[in-house]
């Protein structure tokens, strides 16, 4: 039994970027072009398979499609596209590089609580300081130290006006 829609939880969670969905459908390309030109050739010649990535055999396997059957992968490469194009995206800016488990566990939790197939852009922005600013496709949420500090300015600018009248020992 083929199934007509991946599952909500079809997505593992080390596929977090367009850039590593769109690695997937080229693997699965690749894959294709591979075996369709090793049925072309005679069967005496001896055809060892491409390497596949875990992400590509965990998504199969989680959707129970095999990746050595031909109706199988053109519904998993067509299942894929769908997800590209309708998949929400959303931006995070970064003062620094986040770590690869970091990003994992964000996006877990953004497909439990917000949707089962978020995918996520990282760009740095050193200038905040910390913290990140979140962008959405009409919305943005400043959740910086740079923001943190302006809102603090006078807060800040009085305790060091405080600090330069107390006498030094």
């Known amino acids: 039994m083929v199934p007509k829609e991946l599952s909500e ?3 593992p ?3 977090t970027t367009p850039g590593d969905l769109n690695r997937l459908i080229r693997e699965l390309d690749n894959l294709d072009e591979y075996l369709r030109q090793a049925a072309l050739r005679s069967s005496q010649e001896p ?8 992400a590509l055999e965990e998504l199969a396997a989680l959707n129970s499609l095999q990746l050595l059957k031909p109706d199988d992968r053109k519904i998993f490469k067509d299942l ?3 997800i590209k194009q309708q998949a929400p995206t959303i931006h995070f800016g970064f003062a620094t590089a986040p770590s690869l488990t970091f990003l994992s566990k ?5 497909r439990i609580n917000v949707h089962p197939q978020i995918l996520i852009k990282v760009g740095l922005e050193p200038s905040i300081i910390g913290g990140c600013i979140v962008r959405t496709t009409n919305k943005q949420f400043d959740f910086s130290l740079r923001k943190h500090f302006v809102a603090q300015h006078s807060v800040l600018v ?3 006006s405080g600090m330069e009248e107390t006498p030094q020992p």
């Open 9 to 11: 939880e079809m997505l």
């Open 13 to 15: 969670p080390q596929i």
């Open 47 to 54: 055809s060892n398979l491409p390497q596949t990535s875990k």
């Open 80 to 82: 894929l596209s769908k």
């Open 106 to 110: 964000l996006v877990s939790w953004l």
């Open 158 to 160: 009085k305790s060091l």
